[in-house]
DNA sequence: TGTACATCAGTGAACGCGCGTTCACTGATGTAC
DNA sequence: TGTACATCAGTGAACGCGCGTTCACTGATGTAC
């Protein structure tokens, strides 16, 4: 990670800047607030400058979500390999409603940024999200059958635990803990369609 | 409902007028095509003569979200009452999927949008929708500890499915279903928790 | 090692745009007498 | 029933703003010889 290097005329390493930039308007102050402009602000740099390291103002977004994507899925890899035997699966929940919590403005960014509907970069980065909770469901959901209904399920819960109380809509001390109560809800159930299966 | 009288100087109902112009930007061509001038424009209507009606462009939006969980519930209450028996709860969440789907901008603006978190007006109306989940809960579940967190957990799950699914994170080319399958099987769950109480 | 030159990453000024909002106004409506 | 007048719901022009983006430019960097 290259310093910029004070006095000169070259920054070092716009693009990066603009990126980390951009993550922090998003978070402290909404999408809204988030303009190239802005952002070139911050990095004392002229308005046009960023256009040297991204085509328009949607690149920009599609580089700030797929970071995103990355980051997630780095927290929760970390928050699975943390985790007690047996709650490998609750841990990746706790970890996405933290990440969400942690980054509102960024999180909402990747879900439901209209740019994130086209860009092949973004897909791909929240694939790999994805196929982390799907090998963890291959794990404990053992009727392969089940596996897709089951991982869809406890994604949309999760997602949407996450987005609820982002939103205000849900309040909860420890979020940590709701993650746990609901999904260890839904695991049981698992085990209820298991035994009704035999 | 009094029509415009056409070739009169006065609209006849601009508020509602403009509150269903909004609506159908949102949906049609998102957030950030909704602007209190085109609204007026597509009212026919000079730029300012919505400020007759609406304070500011927060007042519209509070207007269309607030309209937005009226409607909601309407639909939702509607579900409940066609469904067959036992599957009044499952049909509640096909309700509230289908409205997403049907309506997403509008859906992400009652959901995601800050002027959400201030507004009483809203609140009000979105607390009629969570007390319509309420009252279902409490006939399936009977066991009253159990019932937050299973409101809880649902109300995410199907939240979660509306999300994703609007913003194309999930493909499905039937969301009842999806709402039938994934609901289910934490009903399956919840009998499977009465069980383990007994 | 030194120099010429292509390329890269910035600058600063300017563009047109649509927006929210305000102003002073006027035509339409309805009510008191 | 007719009229004076207050009020309501519009008009049209204007404001300042920040935005995305483009232009012609220049200083810094690195490479070929």
């Known amino acids: ?44 740099v002229s308005a046009n400058a960023p256009y040297r390291h991204f085509r328009d103002k949607d ?13 997630l899925q780095a927290a929760m890899a970390a928050a699975e390999t943390a985790a007690a035997p047996g709650l490998e699966f609750v841990a990746l929940g706790q970890a996405y409603v933290r ?4 980054h509102p403005g960024l999180f909402h960014l990747m879900f439901s940024h209209p740019c994130g509907r086209s860009a092949p970069e973004i897909s791909a980065a929240a694939a790999g999200v994805t196929a982390l909770l799907a090998a963890r469901v291959a794990v404990i959901v053992p009727d392969e059958s089940q596996r897709q209904i089951f991982a869809t399920g406890t994604w949309s819960l999760v997602h949407g635990l996450a987005v609820l109380l982002i939103n205000d809509k849900l309040t909860s001390d420890d979020p940590d803990q709701l993650v746990l109560d609901t ?7 698992s085990r209820a369609v298991q035994a009704v299966g035999k």
Not at 22 to 30: F, S
Not at 99 to 102: G, L, P, T
């Open 1 to 44: 990670m290259p310093e910029p290097r004070t006095g000169t005329y070259h920054h070092g390493d716009l693009r990066r800047a603009c990126l980390d930039i951009a993550r922090t308007i998003l978070d402290e102050d909404g999408e809204d607030a988030l303009s190239l402009r802005e952002v070139a602000r911050r990095a004392g």
């Open 59 to 71: 690149a920009l977004l599609v580089g700030v979500a797929t970071l995103g994507f990355e980051e």
């Open 99 to 102: 990440y969400a919590q942690e």
């Open 183 to 189: 999904v260890i809800t839904v695991l049981q159930s």
